[in-house]
């Protein structure tokens, strides 16, 4: 678990945070409940995030003599995954058998999210692209290597499949990525691409 | 067409709009290291064809065998596999020729929005929610329901029992309704469903083959089958001629086409009256009315007339494909034949073999970012290009080969489209050094340290030192050069949107031809590239049919591969 750590580095008042793992905050990011959010390293959250790792799964009250169960985690972000300007992730809510229960996220490695997004599905998984002002709407899923066009809507419990184009509103499939998703970043002037690998994005983002 | 600046579009050979420029300049004996351009030969991006020829360099493909790009238009696909985009299990296309390209599972889409549907168990009024469902209530029944759009199959009065096996609740409801309303209609038309209707045309078109044909035929499935087939062959071997043989026989019955109901006739209509439908309509008006796209949605929505009828549509199948050169039949790109497994068997990209072209601003103006990764929420605006006004650019080929290729340039003097703009490329023509891994980079860097101006020079270009503005762009120079990278001057002028006002009075027509359409006033600038390259050719490698077929391993072989390139600018201020 690594967690922002504000007396660090306190001197240079910077824009962001760096952890021990190169997890860069934003002094400006609004995050709430950070004992059950995970952050894979190199990860990016810009400023103006919201982060809700306070709606998580409540643990069941300790039986007598027992100890006290370790946290749950509500968000867990992976490697190299830029979340940018004023994205909101909050983690789905369910209705099951008459209580409310909130199903962790998890969001993979190299994903991008854009400005203004809206995320709420249960698990993005690693190389996605999603545009700005997108909305994903609660327990849905996107599958590896898909790209999320800006501005759509993706609804309630829809599956993304893997190497997938989704836009509209409500999303449709609109096509599939190209062969060459994700690959050719590295070369000056493009350092980073789509579905690629965004560790350069990371590197600049100061 | 393109919104980011700058961007550069390829296009790829097989188009007929991206024609080689002329034969007799191509050829290097006659003219080493120059192309020259006519008019015409320039590709032209403002065509409207032009969007289907022009691809960014991730979607091509290239041919190792034929040495040529590969673009959707040149290379065929066949199936890996089908699959569900909502449940993600692969179909068998054995199920798929038997049942159809859609999901056989619980998958349905919202008939109104396209959303997948989700079952949703509705409990009595009486019961509360909060109350935990005991096993002895058998009485709760279940309901598709889309979380997008409030849609749900109570509309059409549709539960079930239980929360599998939806297909089958949900055709055997189908089945009854469609069979309650025969009873309560008295009319012999029958409504029924397209599937049902197909199924009896085609038994009834086998019927009518079967009549017409011999059906005593024995070799019913040897080429003697059909009659004519067997005259041609005996007339082959002599005796009567096939026209007298023809002649002889009388000549087979036409075939009558399907009449009824029960035979596969399915006329327009229902078993509604028209002005039942048409008072609904009055009343209910606009919006009870279906729209194309929901009726389009399954076979069983495409003649109901209100969009309360809409029935759920099951989600159709998708495919992932393999790709094959239309010219040599080898695989260019092949997936693992597993859902969701995005890993490649084979995938030859373009841009691990073709120079790759990336065109900056020598003075810019503001950082350059990349488009796609826009960090924040207010877009970077471009600056418009100044009419008449020169600008310099930086136009950087880099090689991914692993051998030094030679380049040459050509860009028409004034690019193509309503807008002439005029272009120059300092230094047509040059070499590129090879592409290797980091690591010589890195050893190379630290033998000789001067190598690394190159990136200093590019920092300075960045930034916008005094360093860099010393410099001065020469004719025939080549402006930087990295190991697998050279870059060169490009220097544009932007033409005027408006035409000059002439004294002569201009025709309707000459007036309609200076009227500027959506993105005309974008300045694209068509390059062509000829590479050059050798390679050796390895022992035991297949030896490529063609002009290498006498080529002995060890012995370099010269290759040369030529393609256009549109260079986005930017928009030219009117």
């Known amino acids: 678990m690594s967690r922002p750590q504000p007396t660090t580095r306190r001197s240079v008042k910077t824009e962001y945070i760096e952890t021990d793992t190169g997890n860069k905050i934003s002094r400006r990011a609004f995050i709430e409940g950070k004992q059950n959010i ?70 993979g490695d190299n994903v991008f999210i854009g400005p203004n997004a809206h995320i709420s599905s249960a698990s993005i998984s690693s190389h996605v692209y999603i545009g700005e002002n997108a909305v994903l709407s609660p327990l849905c899923i996107v599958k590896e290597g898909s790209k999320i066009l800006p501005n759509t809507v993706v609804p309630p419990g829809m ?19 190209g062969d060459g998703w994700g690959q050719g970043g590295g070369v000056e002037g493009e350092e980073w691409v789509e579905g690629g690998d965004l560790r350069p994005l990371v590197r600049s983002i100061k | 067409m393109t919104t980011a600046f700058p961007s550069s579009l390829y296009a790829c050979p097989c188009s007929d709009l991206s024609s080689a420029p002329t034969p007799s300049s191509k050829r290097a004996s006659i003219q080493p290291n120059t192309l020259e351009l006519s008019g015409d030969q320039a590709f032209n991006p403002h065509s409207p064809r032009a969007n289907y020829a022009l691809y960014p360099l ?43 390209n859609r999901c056989s599972r619980s998958c349905y889409n919202c008939p109104s929005c396209t959303t997948p549907l989700q079952i949703t168990q509705v409990s009595h009024r009486d019961e509360g929610l909060l109350k935990p469902t005991d096993a002895a209530g058998g009485d709760e029944t279940y309901v598709l329901q889309c979380q997008y759009c409030d849609w749900s199959s109570l509309e059409i009065d549709v539960r079930f029992s239980k929360p599998t096996k939806i297909t089958e609740q949900l055709a055997k409801q189908r089945k009854a309704r469609v069979s309650g309303k025969e009873d309560t209609a008295p009319s012999d038309k029958k409504v029924t ?46 005796g009567l001629s096939y026209n007298a043989l023809k002649k002889t026989r009388e000549k087979p019955q036409p075939m009558r086409e399907a009449l009824g109901a029960p035979e596969g006739l399915f006329s327009f209509g229902t078993d509604r009256s028209d002005t039942e439908i048409i008072s609904r309509m009055q009343t209910s008006g606009w919006d009870a009315t279906p729209t194309a796209e929901q009726q389009l949605s399954a ?38 034949p597993k859902v969701g497994n995005m890993r490649y068997k084979i995938r030859l990209l373009a841009m691990n073999y073709i120079p790759r072209l990336s065109i900056r601003p020598l003075h810019p103006t503001m950082p350059l970012t ?75 860097a630290s033998a000789e340290p001067n190598s690394d101006g190159g990136r200093k020079a590019a920092m300075a270009s960045l930034t916008g030192s005094s360093e860099s503005s010393d410099r001065q762009p020469e004719a025939g120079k080549i402006w930087e050069r990295t190991r697998n990278s050279t870059s060169v001057i490009v220097e544009v002028v932007p033409g005027a949107l408006q035409q ?3 004294i002569v009075r201009k025709t309707d027509k000459e007036l309609a031809d200076e009227e500027l359409e959506e993105d005309d006033d ?53």
């Open chain 1, 38 to 107: 995970m952050l894979g390293g190199k990860t990016v959250l810009m400023a103006g995030v919201h982060l809700r790792g306070d709606l998580c799964r409540k643990p069941e009250p300790a039986a007598a003599g027992e100890k006290e169960k370790p946290n749950t985690t509500a968000v867990s972000i992976g490697r190299a995954t830029v979340v940018s300007t004023n994205a909101v992730i909050r983690p789905p809510m369910r209705v099951h058998k008459g209580q409310m229960t909130f199903i962790p996220m998890r969001i």
């Open chain 1, 159 to 177: 599956t993304v499949p893997a190497g997938t184009v989704v836009g509209g509103k409500p999303a449709k499939i609109l096509g599939e990525v």
């Open chain 2, 58 to 100: 991730s979607d091509l493909l290239y041919c190792e065998e034929c040495d040529e790009i590969r673009c959707p238009r040149c290379w065929t696909e066949e199936i890996l596999y089908w699959y569900c985009p909502n449940c993600l299990f692969d179909v068998p296309s054995s199920t798929v020729k038997g049942d159809g």
């Open chain 2, 193 to 238: 469903a397209p599937d049902d209707v197909f199924a009896s045309l085609v038994s009834f078109y086998k019927d009518q083959l079967d009549e017409s044909g011999d059906s005593r035929n024995p070799y019913s499935n040897s080429p003697y089958n059909s009659p004519a087939n067997l005259a041609r062959i005996m007339s082959l071997y002599g």
């Open chain 2, 299 to 336: 076979p069983v929505n495409h003649d109901i007339r209100f969009a309360d009828e809409l029935w759920p549509s099951a989600t159709q199948l998708r495919t992932r494909r393999a790709k094959r050169c239309k010219n040599c039949r080898h695989i260019i790109a092949r997936q693992e």
């Open chain 2, 370 to 444: 990349n488009p796609a990764f826009n960090l924040k929420p207010e877009m970077p605006q471009h600056e418009l290009l100044q009419p008449h006004k020169a600008q310099q650019y930086v136009l950087t080929i880099r090689n991914a080969l692993f051998e030094t290729v030679k380049i040459s340039l050509a860009t028409p003097a004034t690019t193509p489209g309503k807008v002439a703009s005029r272009v120059t490329i300092l230094c047509p023509s040059f070499t590129v050094g090879p592409a290797g891994d980091v690591w010589d980079e890195a050893l190379s």
């Open chain 2, 500 to 502: 000059p006002p002439s």
């Open chain 2, 522 to 574: 974008v300045l694209e600038v068509p390059v062509y590239v000829r590479t050059e390259w050798e390679m050796e050719v390895k022992p035991g490698e297949s030896v490529q049919a063609k002009k290498d077929a006498n080529a002995m391993p060890g012995e370099k072989v010269g290759k040369e591969l030529g393609y256009w390139v549109v260079l986005a600018v930017g928009r030219i201020a009117g």
